[in-house]
């Protein structure tokens, strides 16, 4: 069962943006009260860290990424954001979505970001 979608992935040129968006299908994941993060992992590397939104709203972002990224949450509409500006060859990779609510552990199938060099 699917329990995080994530969308808005594809190819875009050095940079360009692009925005990720997360979902929650099943019911029981409540993004307002988890600590959601955004990962990303290229070919034959990690998975990295990118960013997190806390409960309370607090954001933290990898170095890498700090000034281009921003994370955001709509709690109507139960949606975690990955806006990503200035966008370079380095940010290739699969992102993913991972949600951390009471015990359980939550992750999506990742969705593609290409940038060409």
């Known amino acids: 069962q699917v329990q995080l979608v994530e969308s808005g992935g594809g190819l875009v040129q050095p940079g360009g943006s692009l925005r990720l968006s997360c979902a929650a299908p099943?019911?029981?994941?409540?993004?307002?009260?988890?600590?959601v993060g955004w990962y990303r992992q290229a070919p034959g590397k990690q998975r990295d860290l990118v960013a997190t939104?806390?409960?309370?709203?607090?954001?933290n972002y990898a170095d890498s990424v700090k000034g281009r990224f921003t994370i955001s949450r709509d709690n109507a509409k139960n949606t975690v954001y990955l806006q990503m500006n200035s966008l370079k060859p380095e940010d290739t990779a699969v992102y993913y979505c991972?949600?951390?609510?009471?015990?359980?552990?939550?992750w999506g199938q990742g969705t593609q970001v290409t940038v060409p060099a």
């Open positions: 939104i806390s409960s309370g709203g607090s954001t």
């Open positions: 991972n949600a951390k609510q009471f015990l359980a552990d939550y």
């Open positions: 099943v019911s029981g994941i409540i993004f307002s009260i988890a600590l």
